[in-house]
């Protein structure tokens, strides 16, 4: 089966300097930056791993006047058409060699390369997009949904929908497949509910504020397949507790 290809949006690229938030370095894209291929199968050694440092090479960059070599901690800012911010990279040591435009830092985690596709398309608008990404790249998926919502307009009250949520499971194949669709189900096409199970329950007890919350997890038996990594607990059971805990009722369907 073919894949889909969305239509291409209009993104640029910008580094905002450490020394003045207002100072920014523009440039028409980035090369060598979506390089990770991280897996959230195995989310406990990504914790536990040292920060990769990533070099990467601004292309067709307007930076302001200025002469450092050592940029320290900087962002690396996704803005859309309208040059407003859509999301955020955060990096840390950074060095730059301004003849050729090229900066290496260090990262908790490298930018995802289906991130660097998805950035550059769209913002989600219909349910079930994530599932014409192949399984091993919907981290990337969540990566962007994480940093749109991030980049929102602030902090508010996420209520759940009303009556029974409805968990669309048939592409649920791998870990990053249920962060996807239970993002989903709680806040729409596009929408983020955590990139953990410790983030996830964070945000349900949020948005319930106390309250049980029904849940129709439709196709539930093809998590089944997820296979663990720790040998003891399978990430379909992660799952199931992680709602039990946040008072949430599954029903398979």
Not at 94 to 119: C, K, M, Y
Request: proline fraction near 7%; charge should be negative.
């Amino acid at each position: 089966m073919l894949r889909e290809e969305p239509a291409m949006g209009s993104v640029r690229f910008a580094i905002r300097l450490p020394e003045d938030g207002l100072r920014f370095i523009e440039a028409e894209d980035l090369e060598g930056f979506f390089v990770g291929r991280y897996s959230f199968d195995d989310f406990g050694a990504l914790l536990d791993s040292d920060d990769p440092e990533i070099t990467f090479r601004l292309l067709e960059p307007s930076p302001p006047a200025f002469d450092a070599d050592r940029l320290g901690d900087i962002e690396v800012l996704v803005l859309d058409a309208d040059g407003a911010v859509a999301g955020s990279y955060s990096f840390w040591g950074a060095r730059v060699d301004t003849e050729f435009w090229r900066i290496s830092a260090r990262a908790q985690l490298p930018p995802h390369v289906e991130a660097g596709n998805l950035w550059r398309r769209p913002a989600p608008r219909r349910a079930g997009e994530w599932t014409n990404i192949p399984v091993g790249l919907r981290e990337g998926w969540v990566e962007v949904a994480m940093l749109r919502d991030a980049a929102g307009p602030g902090p508010s009250k996420v209520a759940v929908p009303a009556g029974e949520v409805v968990l669309e499971g048939a592409h649920i194949e791998d870990v990053a497949s249920f962060f996807c669709a239970v993002g989903e189900a709680f806040r729409g096409p596009g929408g983020y509910a955590g990139m953990g199970y410790t983030a996830l329950a964070e945000f349900l007890a949020a948005a319930s504020s106390g309250q049980e919350i029904r849940l129709l997890w439709k196709d539930m038996e093809v998590a089944e397949s997820i296979g663990g990594v720790d040998g003891e607990t399978s990430p379909l059971e992660a799952m199931v507790r992680t709602f039990a805990e946040a008072n949430v009722v599954v029903t398979p369907g």
